[in-house]
């Protein structure tokens, strides 16, 4: 190549190096080549942008930091919060109100349980002084007796009925918890059994279990479950569960009842699990059958620690529940 037209090249080169020869997205009279220009080109595994929408929404929907700080108009709405309770409806309802618990244990003929109209069976449990217990974290408890019931009309000074009956005090409505615990309403204490005293010693007797009222969340605080009496049978009893599964709906006197104290295990003593541990790791022995011990209660007439509540095997632990409104 000549020389002259070498040089010719070079500076038509660096002509073209300044000044473009193409403006941007322009098309060459002398060619069919198409020039763009092109600033940030689009990565080749992009998400399309209407399923980005998609995804950034399903993102904060999903945080819950991210939706405080999101922009409401791409956010979708739930709806209010709704209430979930572990009870039924009727239960819920049953749970609001409060129950004097009347112990009428069974009649003279020894087959069925008592009325609660009968005049034998005017005894309803309600808080009575600070007892002599001693034990639990809140020290000793709050006794527990039996008086007259609301329920039974009153009489004038000739004991003619008058057809009125009272109105139940505080200290003498009760409230049944779901997991089995009952509340006393004035004081906001649950029945609890526990030891008349401390032990005197490895050499002395042992001491008596009586109820009162303590702390709700002591060891020492009772469940109770209830029966029903097939057929008014006092011998041929029905397990509910629960005392509240007893009291809902209309009834006012609810019952009667078989009420007991349910344990797993014994329920003198705290159940221990057996086995082995070593380091980090443990074994367990498997429990092929868990047993339950049940224990009934009532009135106790000579009392101990200012407490007049007991438990008896032999005892005829039939109750009726009255229910009415708490007062506010």
């Known amino acids: 190549m000549p020389g002259g037209l070498r040089a010719k090249m070079r500076a038509f080169a660096f002509w073209l190096s300044v000044f473009p020869l193409f403006s941007a997205g322009s098309r060459s009279k002398s060619s069919n080549v198409t020039v763009t220009r092109v600033l940030n080109p689009v990565h080749p595994h992009a998400i399309p942008s209407k399923v980005h929408r998609r995804l950034l929404q399903h993102t904060r929907r999903a945080n819950a930091t991210s939706v405080a700080a999101a922009d409401a108009s791409t956010l979708a709405t739930f709806g209010k919060p709704k209430k979930v309770s572990a009870l039924s409806p009727a239960q819920e309802e049953a749970y609001l109100k409060g129950y004097v618990l009347q112990f009428v244990g069974l009649s003279t003929n020894g087959i069925e349980p008592r009325d609660n109209m009968d005049f034998h069976a005017n005894r309803c449990m309600v808080s009575g002084k600070p007892d002599d217990t001693g034990s639990g974290k809140g020290g000793g408890g709050i006794g527990l007796k039996f008086d007259q019931c609301p329920h039974f009309v009153q009489k004038d000074k000739y004991g003619v009925p008058t057809g009125d009956a009272k109105k139940p005090t505080p200290d003498q409505m009760f409230q049944f918890m779901m997991d089995g615990r009952v509340r006393h309403v004035q004081t906001g204490k649950c029945l609890r059994r526990v030891k008349c005293g401390t032990d005197p010693g490895p050499l002395g007797p042992k001491r008596p279990m009586v109820y009162d009222l303590g702390m709700c969340d002591e060891k020492s605080t009772i469940k109770v479950q209830v029966w029903t009496a097939r057929a008014n049978l006092a011998a041929k009893t029905q397990g509910i569960g629960n005392a509240l599964n007893g009291v809902e709906g209309p009834c006012l006197a609810c019952g009667p009842f078989m009420m007991q104290q349910v344990c797993k295990g014994p329920?003198?003593?705290?159940?221990?699990?057996?086995?082995?541990?070593?380091?980090?790791?443990?074994?367990?022995?498997?429990?092929?059958?868990?047993?339950?011990?049940?224990?009934?209660?009532?009135?106790?007439e000579d009392g101990l620690c200012k407490s007049y509540v007991k438990d008896d095997e032999a005892m005829a632990s039939w109750w009726y529940f009255h229910k009415y409104d708490i007062p506010k």
Do not use: H
């Open 267 to 300: 329920c003198d003593m705290v159940e221990v699990t057996t086995g082995w541990t070593k380091l980090p790791a443990a074994y367990l022995i498997k429990k092929e059958k868990t047993e339950v011990d049940m224990l009934r209660f009532g009135p106790f």
